[in-house]
């Protein structure tokens, strides 16, 4: 437990100290040097899910640090995870799909839009478009979708369909350069630009893992040994507009004895995402541990950063807080989504 005392007092900010009175395998001082107050102490032993803001390079930026306990261990976790499918379906993720090896336009036919994003889509535009997509993506959209058809909404699906499949197996191949460009605001915005900054930023980590970050960058090459990809989309609801997104995973198993029992690494990037955000980085380490009573349990750490558009100028004093409060409320509750899916009994999954 002093190695995931370790862990947590290395991931988030220091701050004042809060007190005497904190107990379990956080440990007092680890306590202080996460800033985490008695209460969140309380909470997070008793198996509830714990979240801090992180500081950011830039306002269009957003990244959070949340904490929750699992009683299971790490290799359970990892079973779960491995069926997207059933891991991540819930309230707060109406459609989702994985793609097979090779990705087929198959695994996409359960993929519709929200009826909002078939109603902009027949007027969008360059720099005037309620969807992201890059001008290209619209020029199709105006040109391969007869939107005075009653069949305009079917063509609308089918043609999104073909270009998220062709989003990814052109990723397969060439990697981040193939994210391509949004120009759905005022000024085109290139992808892979966006994520690499996001790359840039690794303050906070519990384990150093170079080997990965250097994959996620120059992917398809350079695969740490063990590690695992595959590829799912979603459409997500957490509040604002139902958002399409399509994600690559890399799971990737640290070797026994790395620093604070960490097992696994767990990289999600998101390729794409029709609303809101440019780009996304989750990376979720999970850290072997025992519970008060010796019984096996994974501490998991979830760093996500993301960026948007909306965020300065303005515009940005008043919908900058909104995307925070929504994000921030949405990691609480995947990790609490996470925490039922992986302890549920095998026989009810």
């Known amino acids: 437990m002093r190695r995931i005392a370790a862990l947590v007092a290395a991931l988030l900010i220091a701050a004042p100290p809060v007190g005497a009175g904190h107990s379990g395998p956080i440990g007092e001082f680890a306590a202080w040097k996460a800033g985490l107050s008695a209460s969140d102490s309380r909470a997070l032993e008793a198996g509830a899910a714990v979240i801090r803001d992180l500081d950011t ?3 269009e930026e957003l990244a959070y640090v949340g904490m929750v306990y699992v009683d299971a261990p790490s290799d359970r976790f990892i079973v779960r995870f491995r069926d997207i499918v059933q891991f991540e379906r819930g309230p707060g993720v109406p459609q989702i799909g994985r793609f097979g090896n090779p990705a087929r336009l198959e695994d996409l036919e359960s993929l519709t839009l929200p009826a909002a994003d078939v109603t902009a889509l027949a007027t969008c535009r360059p720099g005037r478009c309620d969807m992201k997509l890059s001008a290209t993506a619209m020029r199709q959209f105006q040109d391969e979708v007869n939107w005075s058809s009653p069949n305009a909404v ?22 981040n350069a193939a994210l391509g460009r ?3 605001g005022d000024d085109p915005l290139l992808v892979a630009e966006q994520f690499r900054a996001i790359l840039a930023s690794r303050d906070h980590l519990p384990v150093a893992v170079p080997a990965l970050f250097a994959y996620l960058d120059d992917y398809p090459r350079g695969r740490p040994a063990g590690a695992h990809d595959f590829f799912y989309w979603t459409v997500v609801d957490f509040g604002l507009k139902r958002t399409v997104r399509v994600n690559h995973v890399t799971i990737y198993p640290l070797a026994p004895g790395t620093p604070a029992s960490t097992a696994y690494v767990i990289a999600i990037e998101q390729l794409y995402a029709s609303h809101y955000f440019h780009t996304t980085l989750e990376l979720r380490f999970l850290a072997d541990d025992d519970g008060p009573s010796g019984e096996p349990r994974t501490l998991l750490v979830s760093i996500t950063r993301s960026r948007s558009d909306g965020m300065t100028g303005f515009k940005g004093l008043f919908l900058r807080p909104a995307i925070s409060r929504r994000s921030r409320e949405a990691v609480r509750g995947y990790l609490e989504h996470v925490k039922q899916q992986v302890e549920r009994p095998a026989e009810t999954q």
């Open 57 to 59: 390079p830039v306002r």
């Open 154 to 175: 079917h063509q609308a699906n089918a043609l999104i369909r073909e270009m998220i499949l062709d989003l990814v197996r052109r990723y397969q191949v060439d990697g």
């Open 182 to 184: 949004y120009d759905d």
